[in-house]
C-alpha cells in the first residue's frame, strides 16, 4: 500500500491522506518528482521500463514517482534514484530545476504538482542494487539521441518538457538533500 499527502492547487497541504489508485477527491492534487541525472559530457542517464509495467511499457524515462507520505520531495528523488537505478546521490551537486502542477496528463484527470530535479552524476547505473521488476535496461543518451528517441515514440509522452526546460538548464546551485 503506497498512501501519499494531499496538498492544494498552491501546494498548501491538506492535512489528509490518500491511498494511491483511487481517485483524488475534487481540488486535491499528490506531488511527485521527475529526476534527470546530466553527466559531464553533457548525456543524461535515461531507463527503459520494464515490458511488465503497465503503463508504457519499454518506453524510455527519466527516474520519476510520487512522493510518499510524510516525504519531501527531495526525499523522493533520492529515493526514486536508488530504487529505479540502484545509485545514491548523497554529495552529488544539483536540486530543483522547475515545479509544474498539472491538472491532466495525456488527457486524463492528474491533479498532481510536478517536481523536476536534475543532479550531476557520472558513473553507470547500478541495476543489481535497484529494485526488481522496474526498469529493463538504462544508459546514457546525448540530447540528440533523446530526440531521435522522442521522434520515434520510443520516450515516455509525459517528458514532452525535456528540450525546453531540462536540456538548456545548468545543474541548480544548492544541496540535494
Do not use: K
Not at 121 to 134: H, I, K, S
Amino acid at each position: 500500500m503506497e498512501w501519499w499527502d494531499l496538498y492544494t492547487r498552491d501546494r498548501q497541504p491538506t492535512g489528509v491522506r490518500h491511498l494511491r489508485g483511487q481517485p483524488l477527491p475534487p481540488d486535491a492534487y499528490h506531488l511527485a518528482v521527475h529526476v534527470w541525472l546530466r553527466g559531464a559530457d553533457g548525456r543524461y542517464l535515461l531507463s527503459q521500463r520494464a515490458a511488465s509495467r503497465p503503463t508504457f511499457p519499454l518506453l524510455w524515462e527519466c527516474v520519476g514517482g510520487a512522493v510518499l507520505a510524510g516525504e519531501t520531495g527531495a526525499q523522493a528523488a533520492l529515493r526514486e534514484t536508488r530504487e529505479e537505478l540502484g545509485l545514491d546521490l548523497a554529495g552529488c551537486h544539483g536540486g530543483l530545476l522547475c515545479t509544474r502542477t498539472r491538472d491532466a496528463v495525456l488527457g486524463q484527470r492528474a491533479n498532481s504538482i510536478l517536481d523536476v530535479w536534475l543532479f550531476a552524476y557520472n558513473g553507470p547505473p547500478r541495476l543489481d542494487r535497484a529494485a526488481a521488476g522496474e526498469v529493463a535496461q538504462a544508459g546514457w543518451r546525448t540530447p540528440g539521441e533523446i530526440r531521435e528517441l522522442w521522434r520515434q515514440g520510443r520516450m515516455v509522452p509525459t517528458l514532452d518538457y525535456f528540450f525546453g526546460t531540462v536540456l538548456p538548464a545548468s545543474i541548480p546551485a544548492g544541496s540535494n538533500g
